[in-house]
Every structure is written in structure tokens, then in C-alpha cells.
């Protein structure tokens, strides 16, 4: 049994599960955390699944020194590829991931069982978030689209204007325009709800729009009181696998907050 | 001494170095390469100088074992940050990069020696173009900008029409509408050739546009006709640190001819 006061352990490919992060902090302000972003290998979402979950092993390994309650896996990709063997590895921890979540707010949110998935490349490919939505409907017509400009779009910090917006109609208009489009569309990865605006013009005002951060914060808060109470002294850790200047540059904007670079701890999981 | 037909050994990030490898086959069609591109770990340009020289010893270590007649980092981003650390290890193999000879282009292309670079975060961060070019001309006028959502267009093949022109824009406006603007632009990363006529419309026609793949041939080829003639049984071997089938289908629009992922090996550096 771990202590309460242990903390929760996520992590993700960079900083876009930093929004994960704040959803947990809000969820859950007397709970700490320590975040680990592998900046030195992202993005996830273009390669193999093979290559991810070797990643999201030493990930994991790296957060367990800190002896965690538990292991969110923020990031959608490893989510998508890599949690079987992460549980199995780290059983009974619980591992939990984002794409789960995100099925049952889609489903929840879905009035006629229509649901489009925008992911990355290994996402989509995996196929993982049409098997969850069908394991809660079966009925439920679902379509994926990977949209990876997203991911460099929201790490540039070009997530208002022009670029974005012809980025979001290109990726996004075929599927809303034809007959009986969806009307819930899943935001399934982490990097995607800063493009929110955008997404938003290019599938109109009625669309439901789920972003699985927060649905995933209320089932860790759900868990966390199960387990037991909240620590004292609660902190929130940074670790990067590279440039921890960038880590808290580009990470406050996820996270809502500013990230102090000195704070953000440098580590390599290669090692 | 290296026999002659040892081949040539090219490494880059991911496919963006195969427009240099097709520059090479072409001006040195008798010669044998072996192509490395670490795309389990790209982009190398939003990264730090110190993750992306580990990441070019690791792929040059790897490389050693075809016993290469000289190597060829092909990424703008390991030229700029890795060279000396390369040259100095494998001394006397001569190590070439593409920031020196596309400075020498640039200063031989540019009428008023006004010159623009536009790179990666990591190649602009550093500063090795501007340096290599005022070794050339102390008198040169140089402007950098980093322009990361370049390398995303590319890989994701959105290289004509809206959104690569309205970003070329973004980017480049302030620049080429100032008063003396640049007469020259140095395309500073392997990936952006192929936005070439998004780029030509945001800087007009009267610019100078520098690619430094064909200046890095030339060189290559001066190099190799004085260490002896060419081999028997000419080859053209690819390895990939992930995802081969991704590396063949996205690398032949940089290679400009098909590469069948069945010839791609998958190699781990990490190990």
C-alpha cells in the first residue's frame, strides 16, 4: 500500500500533457505530482508502436524512484499502444490512461452515436479509440483522422489566425461537410485543445468538442479517494529529457501556470 | 586507407538529408552510400545542442561498421551543433556538413551580401551559419529565422497551396518587406527544398534561393576524386532507427525515387 502522501506519476512524449497535469491539479489540489515530459524523443504520435512503448517502459521506470500511487500515461499516443504492457509490467499500480476517458466523454456527449477521433499518426493508426467507443456502443459510427500539423502547429504557439484555421478546415471539412456528419468530435491528443478555436470554426457551433484531460482528472480523483487521503506538503516536479529552459518556455502554456526553468529536472532514460 | 569502393556514409535526423544523398548519387553515380536517418528520435531542431551531438555520435558509431570512406551529416541541425566533436573523433576520416558549403554558396550566390538563413530552432539558436558566412565576407549583413512548422509541412506533404504559402508569409514577410532586404536566402534544413514554391512566393522573385545539397555533392565529390576512383557493384543501403515502412513512403519524395521499405533496416542506437 502506498502512502497517500506518494505522488501521482504522468507523463507524456513533451509539455502536452501538461494539460493532463493542471486538470489533476485542479481535480485534486492536495495531491502531488511529478511529471516527466521526453522532450529528447518527441513527438510520439509519427512512430512505431513498437518504438513507443519501449519509451513509455523507460518512462515509467524513471517515475517509480518516486515511488508513485499511481501512473497517468497523459500522452495519447503511448496511451493508445503501450498500456496493456505497462500494467502488466507494474501491476497492481494503477496505470491509467487517456484514451479510455476520452471514449466514455465521447460517448456521454455523442447524441447520435456519430463520433469523429482527430490523433496523431500512431494513434489513429492503432485503431485504439474506435475499439473503446465500440466497447461502449457498438452501434456508434466513428471516424479518425490523424492530423500531425496540429502537434508542430501548438508547439509553435500558432494556434491562433490564418495557419491554423486553413490547417483545420483541410484536415477537418470533408468529414463535417458530408451527409450525416459527426456530431461529437474527440480532441485525442493532448497537444490539440490550445487549437480549440480553430477546430471549433471548421466543424461549426454544433459539434461537441471532448478533451479527455478532464474526464481523466475526475477518474484519477476517483481512484485517489479510494486509496486514501490527501499528503502534506504537496509538490509539483518537473523532469525533461532535454532543454529544461524550453521544458518551462513552451510548458507554461499548456500548464496554465508559469514553470520555472530552474525547477524542471534534467534526466536521461537511455541511460 | 580506405578502399575505394568503401561507400559513403550520410546520416541524417529522419528524411530530410535524402535530398542530399540524391544530390550525391547523381553527381557521384559510381560511388556506394549508406544512408542512417534516426527518425525514432527527429526533429533533432527543436533540441539541444548537447541531446543532438549524443544523438550523432550514436549514429555515427553505428555507421562505422560499413567502414565508410568519409561521413556525411546531412542534417543541418547535427552540422551546426556536432561537427567538431565528429571530426575530432574519427580524425583522419574526414566528417563534411552542410553548414559550410551552403555558406559558401550563399556568399558566392549574393549580389549585395545581404543574406537570410532560415533554419530549425537549434541551427538558427546556435548560430554556425552566421558565423561561417562571416569567415567568408566579415562584411555580410546576416538575418536568421527558425522556422520549425516548416520541417511538420514537409513531412506531412502539405508542400503546395494555402497553408505552406500563407506560413512561408508568416514568416518571412517582415523580413523581405523591410528596406535593404536580403538578396540571398539560405535554405538552412534538409526538409525545406521541397517547400521551395511557397517559399519563392513569400520572398519574390528576385531573391537568391541557396539549397545546400547541391554545394555539398560538389564538395563530396572534389573529396572523393582525390582519394581515388569509384567502386564495382555500386549500393545504395538505407538504415532507420523506427519504422521502416514510414521511412521508405515518406523518404521518396525527398530521394526523388521510390525506395522499397523491404530494403530498409531498422537499427537501434539506443542500445
Redesign the interface.
Known sequence: MKQASAPIAIFDSGVGGLTVAAAIARALPDQSFVYLGD???LPYG???AE?VTKYAVQATRALMRFQPKMIVVACNTASAVALPVLAAAYAPLPVVGVVEPGARAAVAASREGRIAVIATEGTVRGGAYVRAIHALNAQAQVVQRAC??F???A??G?THG??PE??AR?YLSDIFEAANPPDTLVLGCTHFPVLVDAIRKAVGPSVALVDSAETVAREIASIVRTTGGGGEGVTHRFLS???PE?FARVGSQFFGATIDPAQVELVDL?A
Do not use: F, Q
Request: glycine fraction near 0%.
Open positions: 522532450t529528447a524523443r509519427t512512430k512505431s518504438t500531425p500539423l502537434v508542430a502547429l508547439e509553435e500558432w490564418d495557419v486553413l490547417a483541410k529529457t532535454d532543454a524550453r537511455s
